[in-house]
Every structure is written in C-alpha cells, then in structure tokens.
C-alpha cells in the first residue's frame, strides 16, 4: 500500500527555516521522481521542488534558491530544507511522486507569521 507521511511543519517568524521530512511507502519510492507541493485554502497544490532519482533537482522560481530538497533512496525518504521563509510561504506542504500518484498523505502545516 502507497503512503506519505509528512512532518516537520510548524510556526516560523520570517526569516527562519523549516526542515520537512517526508517518508514513503510501498513500491513507489524506486527510480521514480519526487516532489515537494504545497496548497493554500481554495488554491490548487503547486509543485516547489523535484528530484528526480539520480538527485538532479528543478524548484519553482519563488523558492529558488531558499530551498532544497534531497532523498535518501534506501530508507525511503524525501527532504525539504526551508531556509528565509516569506509569509507567502505558509501553505500544507506534502510530498508525492512526479507526476502524482493518486494517494495523498495528510500534509504538514507551515505558517510564517511574525
């Protein structure tokens, strides 16, 4: 059975950093490409940043550079680092496969608010 299981989120004032973490199951994790996404309420989930499973990596323009994200292939895992965190960063981050597979984990809130 496919899951995602996010965690790290939580409350920053701006400027700070986040460290996400994302751990998958089942037979979905090997030679496919991961990503990072968030959504805002009433907006639809966007992608932040991929890796692909040679760990090259592409990432939205408004994150370029502020974030990165990283996997460890034998434990299942995907990272995101999120360091000078903007207001406009607060969403429900959640990590899936690229393209998306049909599951959804629950995601795992990141606010930016001073």
């Keep these: 059975q496919v899951q995602f299981v996010e965690s790290g989120g939580g409350l920053v004032q701006p400027g700070g950093s986040l460290n996400l973490s994302c ?47 990283s996997r460890d292939n034998a434990k299942k895992l995907v990272y995101l680092q999120m360091s000078s965190l903007k207001p406009e960063d607060t969403a429900v981050y959640f990590c899936n496969t690229f393209p998306t597979y049909k599951t959804w984990g629950q995601g795992t809130q990141v606010a930016v608010s001073s």
């Design 23 to 69: 751990a998958a199951s089942g037979s979905i994790f090997s030679g496919r490409s991961m990503g990072w996404y968030r959504q805002t309420p009433g907006e639809q989930r966007t992608l932040v940043a991929r890796i692909r499973s040679d760990g090259s990596t592409n990432y939205a323009d408004s994150v370029k550079g502020r974030f990165t994200i």
